[in-house]
């Protein structure tokens, strides 16, 4: 298992930016695939965007063209640009690490982080 920290929440208005981070614990980060999940109240826990070891991405229908994920294989970091936020972007933002070809609900999640976009 790989311990994911994640930083960067914050209470912010509609319009406005904000970018995720989440450190790793692992020395062999650069296998993992990496993604940012969210739950919002009352819902299901959903996709937000991944990347590849080898840095190809993909995104929800949602957030495409306002987030983009990327990540820093030699300091064990991934991050989450998010821009032009709106409301309905509230919600505790999860990382995730797991290895290619695998669920990734049975991967490695960090602990969480409050995203909240008031209008």
């Known amino acids: 298992q790989v311990q994911l920290v994640e930083s960067g929440g914050a209470l912010v208005q509609a319009g406005g930016s904000l970018r995720l981070s989440c450190a790793a614990s692992t020395n062999i980060f650069s296998i993992y695939v990496m993604g940012w999940y969210r739950q919002a109240p009352g819902k299901q826990r959903e996709l937000v965007a991944t990347i590849t070891s080898g840095g190809s991405t993909n995104y929800a229908d949602s957030v495409k063209g306002r987030f983009s994920i990327s990540r820093d294989n030699a300091k064990k970091m991934v991050y989450l640009q998010m821009n032009s936020l709106k409301r309905e972007d509230t919600a505790v933002y999860y990382c995730?690490?797991?290895?290619?070809?695998?669920?990734?609900?049975?991967?490695?999640w960090g602990q969480g982080t409050q995203v909240t976009v008031s209008s």
């Open positions: 995730n690490a797991h290895r290619a070809f695998t669920d990734p609900n049975f991967g490695s």
